[in-house]
Structures are given as C-alpha cells and as structure tokens.
C-alpha cells in the first residue's frame, strides 16, 4: 500500500495506541472499560476481533475489515479511530484481525477466516435486535463485498450472518484488473497465489466482481482524489452489479485513500450518512 504514507502512519500510530488498552497483545480474550478481543477460532494468533459496546443499547453492530493489500505488516489497529467514532454514534464495532499474505494468509484462508468473523457475531452477546453491517476500507472493502457475495461453494461455505448493510471504503472490488493493473506492487498475487488466467476457478470464488449481484445492499464509497486504489475499481464493480440485478450503488467522496478511516474528515462525514438508520 503506498501514498499519503503521513496520513497512514499518524492513523496507525493513534489506532495502535487504542488497542494496546484492551490487551490486544496476548491470545486470551481481556477487557478494558467496554473492549474485549475475542477469538473467533482457534488456529491462529490472528483470528480475532476486538468488540467495542458504546453506551446504552447498541443501535446495532458494525463489523470492520482492515486494509493493507492483505499485507500482515497492517493490522486492525488502523480502523480504531473509526471504531471509537462509531461508538460515540450508538454503535457496536467489531474490529476483525484475519490470517494475512506473510503471516499463513492468502487464499483461501484470509477470506475463510473473514467468513468466520462474520458468522461469530450472533456469539458475542451484543444486547438488542439492530443490524448487521460491514464495512471494510481498501483491502478490507473487497472483503467486505466478497462476503456480502459469499455462497455454498466460497471460502467459509453459506453465511449464517448476511448484513443488512454492506460498506466498501475505496475497496479493491476487481481482482482480476487489479491484478492487470498491478495494484500494490503485485498484491493481489500475493493474496491469489496465481494470476487470474492460471486460477480461474479461484478467482470465480474470491472476486466480488465475478460474484456478483451481492446478497444485500452494497455502498461502493471512494475517495475522489485516491491514489491508492482507483475509483474505477468501485465504478466498475456497481456497473457489473447493477447489469446482473444488483442495488448496488457509487458514492464518490472528497479527499484521499486515508481521508476514509479519518474521523475529522469530510469524507467520514459523508460515510456515516451510508449507515442504516440515518
């Protein structure tokens, strides 16, 4: 992942340093105040989330998905200061950590362990009956889409969740051109394992765009002035879902790629309208 690698690293900085209160350095689930990481399976260090409850009655949950071009050098520290804003909303946040390309990921198993996260969340005793939606940011937008997509057959097999909303933040929403674009350096090989020409059939299972329409409501929501990730990749993504019967809808913002997981900026502002409720 490259550009506006000041804005990443103030962000990551501030994230780390909320994390780090609910004891995300060790493997047994730990609480501080109202955050507690929870394993959601049990091979891995990295198959956790941290559940954030705000105060009074959640007005539902919202499950994050990190970026990194699914690189274990980022983690789901990025997304706290989204989480903490969110929270001040009503919500509840489930910030999901996954198996990552360097560290026992790539597919299948970064998207099977997202599938996993998914489906835990009925477990996690978050109090009353709100929705179920999914947000994910670059990397973690085509993890969100892949799933609001996933089926019998994809990793992870039949959701037992389906959001009610899904939420793509710049998200990497085509494989196969980003692959043809070489997309952070190549990263999608590293996810992959093969180009697309040399695993079709994998490909036809990890590829939002090649599962579309998607079970439920998708908001492709991109940085107009994005460096990182193209906006076609979320252009193109809802033209596909739309010809094949889909709702999905494109919502261009201001800023750039980091202006998204930015709680002061324009861009966040404009995010949270895509929430339920609003």
Request: net charge positive; charged share 15%; aromatic share 6%.
């Amino acid at each position: 992942m490259h550009g506006r690698v000041d804005r990443r690293t103030v962000l990551a900085g501030a994230a780390a340093l909320a994390l780090s209160a609910c004891g995300a350095g060790s493997r047994a689930p730990s609480a501080t105040g109202r955050l507690r990481k929870i394993a959601y399976a049990e091979d891995h260090r990295d198959q956790y989330g941290v559940l954030g409850l705000p105060t009074g009655t959640p007005r539902g949950i919202i499950v994050l998905l990190h970026g990194g071009y699914w690189l274990d050098q980022f983690g789901a520290s990025l997304m706290d200061p989204i989480a903490g804003d969110l929270r001040t909303r009503g919500w509840a946040t489930w910030n999901v950590e996954y198996r990552r390309v360097g560290a026992g990921g790539g597919y299948p198993r970064t998207l099977a362990d997202v599938a996993a996260a998914i489906d835990t969340v009925p477990t996690l005793g978050v109090s009353g009956t709100g929705p179920v939606v999914t947000l994910g940011h670059s990397a973690g937008g085509h993890l969100a889409v892949w799933a609001a997509s996933r089926t019998s057959t994809t990793p992870g097999g039949a959701p037992r969740v389906r959001p009610a909303r899904t939420i793509s933040l710049s998200g990497v929403l085509d494989l196969t051109t980003a692959w043809s674009e070489g997309l952070g350096n190549g990263a999608v090989i590293g996810l992959m394992g093969s180009d697309p020409r040399a695993g079709a059939s994998s490909y036809a299972l990890a590829d939002p765009t090649r599962l579309v329409p998607a079970r439920g409501p998708v908001a492709a929501v991109h940085a107009e002035q994005d460096d990182v990730v193209p906006v076609t990749q979320s252009r193109d993504y809802v033209a596909a879902d739309t010809r094949a019967g889909g709702t999905a809808q494109l919502v261009v913002v201001p800023g750039g790629h980091f202006d998204l997981i930015d709680p002061a900026s324009t861009a966040w502002s404009r995010i949270v309208q895509q929430l339920p409720g609003r």
